[in-house]
């Protein structure tokens, strides 16, 4: 089994910025992909950010050019920082991890954008 825990969500203004932080621990294998997906109260899960093993990316258009996704030094520690966050960035933010057809979720981290 893998486990995650996120932390560093919270309340910040418009334009402020916010990093968030996964922690992989269990049966993590070499090769996975890891990403944040965020949540808004009566709209579906979104994908906002990926990276895989390897350091490929993939972001969302809405996430292009504000937020940035990367790994730590141990590669079971993904980041996701962003910037310039609007009120429409709130949402409840979650990590997902992927690998060999196995899908596990963080509980999630609430970011709200509010002035």
């Known amino acids: 089994q893998v486990q995650l825990v996120e932390s560093g969500g919270g309340l910040v203004q418009p334009g402020g910025s916010l990093r968030l932080s996964c922690a992989a621990s269990?049966?993590?294998?070499?090769?996975?992909?890891m990403g944040w997906y965020r949540q808004a109260p009566g709209s579906e899960r979104e994908l906002v950010a990926a990276?895989?093993?390897?350091?490929?990316?993939t972001y969302a258009d809405f996430a292009k050019g504000r937020f940035t996704i990367s790994r730590g030094n141990a590669k079971n520690t993904v980041y996701l920082q962003m910037n310039s966050l609007k009120p429409e960035d709130t949402a409840r933010y979650y990590c997902k991890y992927h690998a060999w057809g196995m899908d596990r979720w963080g509980q999630g981290t609430q970011v709200t954008i509010s002035s």
């Open positions: 990276i895989t093993s390897g350091g490929s990316t």
């Open positions: 269990g049966s993590i294998v070499s090769y996975n992909t």
